[in-house]
C-alpha cells in the first residue's frame, strides 16, 4: 500500500473535474506531499500525468483497484516552480466547423477510444492523449493541426505537448465535445 497524505475521492466524475478537484487539493497541500486520487474515469489517468508533468508535480503512478483507479501525485516544492500555461493558439467550435466544410482538416480527437467512437467530427483521427507520447509519428510535424476532447482541457494538454515536440501548427479546440452542435458520427 502506498502511503499518501492525503485523499481525494473523484469517483464518478468526468474530465475536467478530476483535474479541477486535484488543483484545488494540491494548492492545500504542503510541497512534497502525495496526493491520492481515486477516480472511476479511465481517461483521468493521461489527463493527471500530463496535468502534473506540465504543472511541475512529480506524477508517481497509478494502482487499480477494481473499477477504482488510485493516481498518486507529489506535489512540486517550493523550489520546484509551479506554473500553469495555457496553449496560446486555441479556436472555437463555430469556426473550426467552418474549416472543416472548406476542406481538409487534420483533426485529432484526444479522448478515450470509447468517447471517440460513440461520437466524434467526422474525419477526426483518434489518438487517446495517453497514446500520444508513441503516436505523434502519425502526424506531419508541418499540418495544421486541430486537437479536440470533451471540453478543452485534454486537448490542451495535447495541444502543449505536440508543440514541445516540434510541432509548428497546432490549434486546441475550445470548448470541445460538450459543446459541439456540428455533424458528427459513429463508429462502433
Known amino acids: 500500500m502506498i502511503k499518501a497524505n492525503e485523499v481525494l475521492d473523484a469517483k464518478g466524475l468526468a474530465c475536467p473535474m478530476p483535474i479541477v478537484k486535484t488543483k484545488k ?7 512534497g506531499h502525495v496526493l491520492e486520487i481515486q ?9 493527471l500525468k500530463a496535468w502534473a508533468e506540465r504543472i511541475g508535480h512529480q ?23 509551479e506554473q500553469e500555461t495555457k496553449h496560446p493558439h486555441v479556436i472555437n467550435n463555430d469556426d473550426l466547423a467552418s474549416k472543416a466544410e472548406e476542406g481538409s482538416l487534420v483533426l485529432v480527437d484526444v479522448r478515450e477510444e470509447a468517447e471517440y467512437r460513440f461520437n466524434h467530427i467526422p474525419g477526426a483521427v483518434s489518438i487517446p492523449l495517453g497514446e500520444l507520447d508513441t503516436r505523434m509519428g502519425e502526424l506531419n510535424k508541418d ?10 482541457n485534454r486537448s490542451d494538454l495535447a495541444a502543449q505537448k505536440l508543440t514541445e515536440q516540434g510541432f509548428t501548427n497546432v490549434i486546441n479546440v475550445v470548448p470541445g465535445m460538450s459543446e ?8 462502433v
Open 25 to 31: 487539493v494540491m494548492g492545500d497541500l504542503e510541497p
Open 39 to 47: 477516480a472511476t474515469d479511465k481517461g483521468s489517468t493521461a489527463d
Open 59 to 81: 506524477y508517481l503512478g497509478t494502482v487499480e483497484e477494481g473499477d477504482v483507479l488510485k493516481h498518486y501525485v507529489r506535489k512540486a516544492g517550493s523550489d520546484d516552480g
Open 143 to 152: 499540418d495544421e493541426i486541430h486537437v479536440v476532447c470533451r471540453t478543452g
Open 180 to 187: 459541439w452542435s456540428g455533424k458528427t458520427e459513429k463508429s
